[in-house]
């Protein structure tokens, strides 16, 4: 049957309105992502976030994603990968009505694929995501299990303002394939920094909306294209 405990979201909401679901704080996300070469045509995606519903504190979620992405060309990849999700959806531990305190961290296994398309005009450079995921969600408190279907698209705009600061702006929305379609969307900008050829770091704000909550979350990401082949070359 379908589990009211699961929603198609980052956070969940189980008790009345009056539960602090964490919506007045400001939060922050600190994030890795990186491109490994492997040959001409492959590379593999590698990232990792950690997300917390204050700056520094408060555990929300573990995100771990791996995948293998083909390059078409310069300017269109194809991706197929897996993620592992950790959620504490609740923003503070729930007391059950004349029972223990509920913590509904939620374990999610997903299935992904993607297709990015890449352009430009004048200095701005435009990135085209597309992305479809099958999502095998179990909430361990209650041995309770649920599969969910979501698409998602995002455009980035990157505007280089010298060679080593960079603005990056992006809004990406999540559509559910079951149940209510809208999910969420994210609003993001950012300044980035060129650390050297094949390294950046971004300082941006996140504006995540859904239905029923908004949230405003402070990211820093740090991203690293290596060559494993010059890499083994040299070994």
């Given at each position: ?158 505007l280089p ?33 060129h650390l ?40």
């Open positions: 049957m379908r589990i009211k405990y699961f929603i198609p979201l980052f956070f969940l909401t189980i008790s009345l309105s009056a539960q602090n679901n964490g919506e007045n704080e400001f939060g922050a996300w600190y994030m890795y992502f990186g491109t490994n070469t492997v040959s001409e045509k492959l590379s593999i995606h590698t990232e990792a976030q950690f997300r917390f519903y204050e700056i520094s504190s408060n555990f929300n979620q573990l995100l771990l994603r791996t995948g293998l992405n083909y390059h078409l060309n310069a300017n269109a990849i194809a991706t197929f990968g897996y993620g592992y999700i950790d959620t504490d959806p609740t923003f503070e531990d729930t007391p059950l009505q004349d029972g223990p305190t509920l913590i509904n961290t939620l374990i999610e296994h997903r299935i992904f694929e993607q297709f990015i398309l890449k352009n430009k005009v004048g200095k701005v450079r435009f990135e085209h995501r597309y992305r479809l995921e099958q999502r095998f969600i179990n909430n361990r408190d209650f041995d309770i299990s649920d599969t969910q279907h979501r698409a998602r698209y995002r455009l980035q705009l990157t303002l010298s060679k080593t600061i960079f603005l990056n702006a992006y809004d990406e929305v999540f559509l559910n394939l079951q149940d209510n379609i809208f999910g969420q969307n994210r609003l993001y900008g950012a300044v980035g920094f050297s050829a094949n390294s950046s770091v971004q300082f941006g704000y996140l504006k995540n909306h859904f239905n029923t909550a908004n949230f405003d979350r402070i990211q820093i990401g740090l991203f690293l294209n290596t060559d494993l082949r010059k890499n083994k070359e040299q070994s």
